[in-house]
């Protein structure tokens, strides 16, 4: 049975007060106890990293995990700019998100940079949570299952039976930050696609991994979404800066 997993990601949004404000209201409402069976993490930038480790730590919350937005394809050296796997595990992520659109368009990152990537946080004993998705234009060309397990299919190449231990989240770029929502049947059909792609290379691996959604997740489509056989929770953008938002979530 796979677990349901929630994961907030704050893109690069946050300051000292409103982490500590946002962990502070999330402790309160994990109070009251959560679903059994489920896991969950939050994604700030990389500075605020170890204040929310600490946070963590302090408020007690063993519900809720630490993760990073981005790592690097290099273990160390002279990469200006880049922050290792390694230095992420040393303050306390349990999760790394690499290849997200946005990273994927603004930095041109294509699928072997990926892959690379998610190799370095597998080696350093963390899940990396392995973002694909198709534009509108790809979608609306009828071609959007072929991008999608194109994509899927390149970290399958590199990755092999190490996807095992991987999250896939599917985030339908024309859904994000747009207002767009895929409907919980589209999301679904393409998480089933994601699964057929990977069954192709192991039917094992297809059914112990974790594949989360990731287009406008929010309280009031999450339990259609969550419901969905193939849909194992969520990668959450704008919704997770908002507590309340993030708890309602996580409890669908």
Known sequence: MRPLIVIGNWKMNGSLASNQDWIKTVARGMESGMPSGRKYAVCPS???LPQCASLIK???LAFLNLGAQDASAHCSGAFTG?????????????????GHSERRQTHHEADELVAAKALQVLDNDMTPVICVGETADERNSGRAEEIVCAQVAKQVSVLQDRLADCLIAYEPV???GTGKVASAQIAQDMHRAIRLQLAEFNEDVASHVGILYGGSVKPDNAVELFAMPDIDGGLVGGASLNPQDFLAICQA
């Open 46 to 48: 990389f500075p605020y």
């Open 58 to 60: 302090e408020y007690s």
């Open 82 to 98: 880049e922050v290792a796997a390694s230095m992420l595990k040393e303050v306390g992520c349990t999760y790394v998100i690499v």
């Open 174 to 176: 024309w859904a994000i």
